[in-house]
């Protein structure tokens, strides 16, 4: 069930008669969970973690419970659950036992963003949050560079400046949105392009929301210092023509030759 992303006025009258039937209710966060009730009036209900270190634990938790005809409910702390939150194994387990799963459809930061930013909402493709390594976060990239689809993901302050670079270097100087604080007081939507806008982080707080736009008409191509930089780091690893493609993956308008080529040339 979709529970508000932080104004209490988004949850809908059929999220309040199920919080309000459910015998368990599995939540990430117990306390904000708790809290959310008793903002809401309803007191009384059980409340037991589900998270990504015990998710296998509380499917037999819940499977046992709704066996005996009890209602359970599954809630994010902001949002709509299983888009970046644990309970995709809950729900295909109730599936794998032929027990009704009902979804309770509400807020979802993902969707509000691509409401308000006026860049293209479809296709679209949710990338939930970043890997950690960089490594990992510009293959991601990489793999959807191509794709004629917005991304969307979830960061975090400390990690936001780092992403967007990462962006920039494997998709080009595309328009972005950074979808901050929706729904609550200071709600802001931040427009730049990536390559040439700078985010100043010290007003920025919490996780985001961030949009970045589909390639655009005109061919872009990595910048000869981005590609000079990746010789340097596979080169000493990899056989020349190796390095090469692996380099030609993870650039764009550069084929395996050129950039053979540029190695050859940049050798002492």
């Known amino acids: 069930m979709a529970t508000p992303l932080g104004n209490l006025g988004d949850i809908s009258p059929r999220a309040i008669s199920a919080l ?21 009036g309803i007191s009384g209900q059980k409340f037991a973690s589900l998270h990504e270190h015990n998710e296998e634990q509380r499917v037999r938790l819940a499977l046992d419970i709704v066996r005996q005809g ?23 387990a109730f ?23 006026g860049i293209p909402p479809y296709p679209f493709t949710f990338l939930g949050f970043l890997p950690r390594k960089r490594g990992e976060v510009e293959d991601l990239f990489a793999a ?11 960061e975090r302050k400390n990690r936001l400046t780092s992403s967007l670079n990462t ?11 950074l979808a901050r604080e ?19 982080q010290e007003s920025l707080l919490g996780e985001m929301t961030v949009v970045i736009g589909p390639p655009g008409k005109n061919t872009w191509k990595t910048h000869p210092d981005r590609v000079h ?26 084929s395996s030759k050129e950039i053979y080529d540029l190695m050859i040339k940049s050798e002492p």
Do not use: N
Request: aromatic content about 8%; glycine content about 8%.
């Open 20 to 40: 309000k039937q459910s015998g368990l209710i599995l939540a990430e966060d117990t306390r904000r969970a708790g809290m959310l009730l008793a903002k809401l």
């Open 70 to 92: 009890i209602d359970c409910c599954l809630i994010s702390d902001a949002g709509t659950p299983l888009l970046a939150d644990p309970g995709y194994r809950l729900v295909r």
């Open 95 to 117: 599936r794998r036992e032929g027990l009704p799963v009902i979804p309770v459809p509400g807020p979802c930061a993902a969707t509000a963003a691509l409401m308000a930013c």
């Open 144 to 154: 959807w560079r191509e794709a004629q689809t917005t991304l969307v993901f979830f």
């Open 167 to 177: 962006a920039f270097a494997q998709l080009g100087p595309r328009e972005f949105c």
């Open 182 to 200: 929706m729904t609550k007081r200071y709600e802001e939507f931040i427009f730049g392009i990536l390559g040439e806008t700078e985010i100043p």
């Open 229 to 254: 930089d990746l010789i340097g780091r596979h080169s000493r690893e990899l056989k020349p023509r190796q390095a090469a493609s692996l380099i030609q993956k993870k650039t764009t308008g550069w």
